[in-house]
Structures are given as structure tokens and as C-alpha cells.
């Protein structure tokens, strides 16, 4: 799986310039990559939501562009981190053409590799961690991944030079089901939220994920 991150390259700036929508489906499967040093911490991308820029009241471009969102305005492919509930950073991607607001939350990966590292930046002892505590909810992956508004916020996912990016192993495309978003009171009903059907590592309630899914 190492030998393979350094291989794989980050997916292309045409793989975002799309509708969130149609970014989310893809992105389950991918692997988001962090690289720190020669050390790599991999996780398979299970689970997203789309936010559709000043059409989506959920969308904190809803309200127009401001310094703080102005990452979702493009150009496509760059992360955009912010802090919430004053102790996590969640971690989306910007999408559709520039100056178009829109992007993906990421919200659970399953690990793959840098497990050790993962559980000791969520404070966790590795041995006795429960794998889908490491980075099932997106203030868990962004802990476990480092990922923080200062060092990351308008970072380039689609450049070789970044130690963040996300990349296609070749994998078979999975069974993907959409239910509602959770974790938001705004346009909560709409069905944006993209997950790997039966994954174990996707994030909220299982009885959610099962009775509530549609399937793709």
C-alpha cells in the first residue's frame, strides 16, 4: 500500500470541476493520502456529503463569498478547512468551475495505513484502539490526519508537490447509497450524503445508514 501511494499520483483539477453531486459518487473508493516525511498515512473514502455552493442554505456559501469560505469559490480541487464547536477542523474540497461556489465534506475513511500515527494524533493507544474510532465522523479523520485550517485551508489536492491529496488505486467502484446529510438543521432533508453501502467505518447510525439509504 506505501510502495503504491508514492506510485499513484493525485487525481486531475477536471476530476472536481463537476457538480458536487457527481464528485461525491467518485470520490467513494478513492484514497485520501497524507505524506509526512517518508512516513504515508492512507484511508479508503467512505463516505461524503455535497453542498451545493448559494443554492444549498446548509452551504456556507449560502450566504455569499467572505475571506473565510473563499476557497469554495474556486478553482476547483483546493481543500477548504474550517474549526467548529470550538475543538474540530472539518475538511471539504472545492468543486465546479471557478468563481462557482461548491464543494464535498469529507466525513469518514477506513484506514488503511499510518494506523499507529493516526491513533496517536487522536490520543489513542494504537493496540487497544477500535479501528473505526481513528477516522469514522470528519472531526476524527481530520485529527487523525492532521489536518488543521492553518496548514491545510487552500491547499492544492491537485498538485504533486502537495502532502495531501487524494488518488485512485484502481479499485473496484463500490455499492454507493445517498441519504439525507446529518449533523445539520438547514435543508437537512435533502438527499446529499454518499456513503459505501454496508461499510463498516461510514459514520451516524447504522439503523440511518440501512433504513433511511436509497440505493444508487
Not at 12 to 30: A, E, M, N, T, W
Not at 31 to 47: A, M
Request: hydrophobic share 35%.
Amino acid at each position: 500500500m506505501l510502495s503504491s501511494a508514492q506510485k499513484l499520483g493525485p487525481l486531475p483539477r477536471r476530476f472536481y470541476d463537476r457538480d458536487p453531486r457527481r464528485v461525491s459518487r467518485d470520490l467513494l473508493g478513492k484514497l485520501l493520502v497524507r505524506k509526512n516525511g517518508q512516513r504515508f498515512l492512507i484511508g479508503r473514502i467512505v463516505e461524503v456529503e455535497a453542498y451545493l455552493g448559494d443554492n444549498d442554505p446548509a452551504a456556507h456559501s449560502f450566504a455569499g463569498r467572505t475571506p473565510r469560505n473563499a476557497v469554495l469559490w474556486g478553482p476547483p480541487g483546493h481543500s477548504y478547512v474550517y474549526f467548529i464547536y470550538g475543538n474540530h477542523y472539518l475538511f471539504n474540497v472545492s468543486c465546479l468551475p471557478d468563481q462557482v461556489a461548491g464543494g464535498v465534506l469529507f466525513r469518514a475513511l477506513e484506514p488503511l495505513a499510518g494506523i499507529e500515527e493516526m491513533a496517536r494524533a487522536r490520543g489513542l493507544a494504537a493496540r487497544a484502539a477500535d479501528l473505526r474510532c481513528l477516522t469514522s465522523g470528519p472531526g476524527r479523520l481530520a485529527e487523525a490526519f492532521g489536518i488543521t485550517r492553518e496548514r491545510d485551508n487552500g491547499k492544492d489536492l491537485t498538485s504533486r508537490q502537495s502532502d495531501l491529496w487524494i488518488a485512485d488505486d484502481g479499485s473496484q467502484p463500490p455499492r454507493v447509497r445517498i441519504t439525507p446529510r446529518i449533523g445539520i438543521t438547514k435543508a437537512a432533508a435533502r438527499p446529499l450524503r454518499y456513503i459505501i453501502s454496508g461499510n463498516p467505518y461510514v459514520s451516524g447510525r447504522k439503523t440511518l445508514n440501512r433504513s433511511r439509504a436509497r440505493p444508487k
